[in-house]
């Protein structure tokens, strides 16, 4: 594969090539087998591309089914209709980014508005009788909202369950517990977001909002500009944020 | 798109519904319409005097009428279609595809998903998306993206089913 060969095969695709261009293209596929094959493996990567961007596009629609709507309590009318007449210009010139207008809300509403509960973690089924049982108390209290106790048992998790997934759910616990603890949230958090863990991302986007429950705005700002630069857990939704005007 | 989206959903869930479907099936659908919706704009295919709700219903109902079909005739060819696979020729279902192309597409990192959606499924210009992100200029975002294209060609030998997905077009 060679650029100039992918260059042409784009061309091609996209159908920006003149008649006599595709006529020549098209002489080439018969008769050298070697461009047949770049093409047809660069038309597939295409399709697998295409493929993802639908996946992408879905995931995002799930935000949609999940997102409160008293978020847009926070718009007044005229803007509100606003919104829905951009959105859908948007989408008739193909745009692929969503709301343009900014609101105003308190760092406070943002969270409520944005914040939605991480699934539960899992309990571990082993035959052989121990190994786990300080996790599942742990996970089972997570999951009857009883974060206090979850804590207890978080803190003498197994070591069989890596630590990055322990802290997740140590800093989702201080989060949700009656009497917030910020500060442990955010340290648990933190210490997971800077790890390799599978829960790096969601460790991002629930500190980035867990900063902005706790009125450090700027600091906030800064970790959703990174999730929405690199695209990762969320990215949709730190974007929508950044757009709006957080009063303090 | 969300207020598309809002707009539309209840009544095309409710129709599934009334037709036989779960809510589950109504909401899949749903989103599957509205991404067809989104790749027919895409594409420029001019769209009639319709509203934007009456274009979704449309496609709505007539993809629904798919499945259901697809509903009744599934159970009796499953067997069929294990054997084929058997046979080695590897037509990977579609739930089978949708997971290989999220792990690949998990493989090529962020940067690389990103420009690779961007620029070949939404069609954004690169000039648009590099003073987007952290590309210094357009020819170095095309550079990037032809590495990652490399890369994603690369990761696909090791899966042929995907190399076929040009033959699963509808």
């Known amino acids: ?248 | 798109m969300e207020a598309i989206y809002r707009a539309n959903r209840d009544i095309i869930c409710a129709y599934v519904v009334s037709n036989s479907g779960t809510e589950a099936e109504a909401t899949d659908l749903f989103q599957d319409c509205m991404i067809q919706f989104y790749d027919a704009v895409k594409k420029g295919v001019p769209s009639e005097d319709s509203a934007i709700s009456a274009q979704l219903y449309s496609i709505a109902k007539s993809e629904w009428s798919k499945r259901l079909n697809k509903k009744q005739i599934s159970e009796p060819e499953e067997s069929q279609s294990t054997e084929i696979r058997r046979d080695g020729l590897i037509p990977l279902t579609d739930e089978e595809r949708q997971d290989q192309i999220r792990e690949i597409i998990g493989l090529m990192g962020f940067d690389c998903k990103y420009i690779l959606i961007e620029c070949i499924y939404h069609k954004t210009p690169l000039k648009e998306i590099a003073s987007e992100g952290n590309f210094a200029n357009e020819q170095l975002l095309r550079n990037r993206k032809f590495e990652c294209l490399k890369k994603l060609r690369e990761l696909m030998v090791a899966r042929p089913g995907l190399l076929k997905i040009t033959e699963s077009d509808e």
């Open chain 1, 1 to 248: 594969m060679n650029e100039e060969f992918e260059i042409e095969i784009e061309r091609y695709i996209k159908g920006e090539m003149s008649s006599e261009e595709v006529m020549n293209f098209e002489h080439r596929l018969e008769h050298d087998p070697e461009f047949k094959e770049s093409y047809e493996a660069t038309l597939a990567a295409h399709k697998v591309v295409e493929e993802a961007g639908r996946q992408e596009l879905k995931y995002n629609m799930w935000s949609y089914e999940n997102t409160p709507k008293k978020q847009k309590k926070t718009f007044k009318i005229g803007k509100r209709l606003i919104v829905t007449i951009v959105a859908s210009i948007a989408i008739l010139i193909g745009m692929s980014t969503f709301l343009n207008i900014k609101g105003n809300m308190s760092a406070s509403e943002v969270f409520e508005a944005y914040y939605q509960p991480y699934d539960p973690p899992s309990v571990i089924r082993d035959n052989s009788g121990g190994g786990s049982e300080n996790w599942n108390r742990a996970a089972q209290h997570y999951a009857a909202g009883n974060y206090e106790d979850a804590l207890r048992y978080f803190e003498i998790a197994e070591d069989n369950i890596h630590f990055t997934v322990v802290e997740f759910y140590e800093g989702l616990s201080y989060l949700q517990m009656d009497h917030p603890d910020y500060s442990n949230a955010l340290y648990y958090l933190n210490e997971v977001r800077l790890e390799q863990s599978e829960l790096k991302e969601q460790a991002n986007w629930y500190y980035a909002l867990t900063l902005l429950k706790d009125g450090q705005t700027n600091e906030a700002e800064e970790v959703l500009k990174e999730i929405a630069r690199e695209r990762t857990y969320n990215h949709r939704w730190a974007k929508d944020i950044l757009k709006i005007d957080i009063e303090n």
